[in-house]
C-alpha cells in the first residue's frame, strides 16, 4: 500500500554564500520559509525537484523537507529544517546577525 503524500516544501543552499534557501511558487529562492511554496502533491513536488537539477549554477543540495502551514506561511516539522531557518550556529552571522541590528 503507497504512503499518502505529505506537504513539502523545497529547500537548498545558496551556491555562493551557503545559506539555506527555499523555493517560491514562481521559482525563485528566497531566504525566507514563509515564502516558499506549499506542495501538497507528489506530481508537483517531483517538478519542482526537476527544476531544481536546471538552477545547480544558484542553488546546491535541494530537497523535499516536510511542512505544515502556519499563520504566515509553511514551517517545517523536523527538526533539521527548523534549525537552518534561523541561519548559521556561530551567532554573528547570517540571519542571526540582521536580527540582532534590527534590535538594536
Not at 555562493?16 to 506542495?39: H, P
Amino acid at each position: 500500500m503507497a504512503r499518502s503524500f505529505t506537504p513539502k516544501v523545497v529547500t537548498a543552499n545558496r551556491l555562493i554564500q551557503g545559506d539555506t534557501v527555499w523555493l517560491t511558487a514562481n521559482g525563485y529562492w528566497s531566504s525566507d520559509i514563509c515564502e516558499a511554496e506549499f506542495i501538497t502533491d507528489a506530481g508537483t513536488a517531483e517538478l519542482r525537484m526537476i527544476d531544481t537539477e536546471t538552477q545547480a549554477h544558484l542553488v546546491a543540495g535541494a530537497y523535499l523537507a516536510d511542512a505544515v502551514m502556519g499563520e504566515k506561511g509553511p514551517k517545517p516539522i523536523h527538526f533539521r529544517e527548523d534549525f537552518r531557518t534561523r541561519g548559521p550556529s556561530n551567532y554573528a552571522h547570517g540571519k542571526q546577525a540582521e536580527k540582532v541590528e534590527k534590535n538594536v
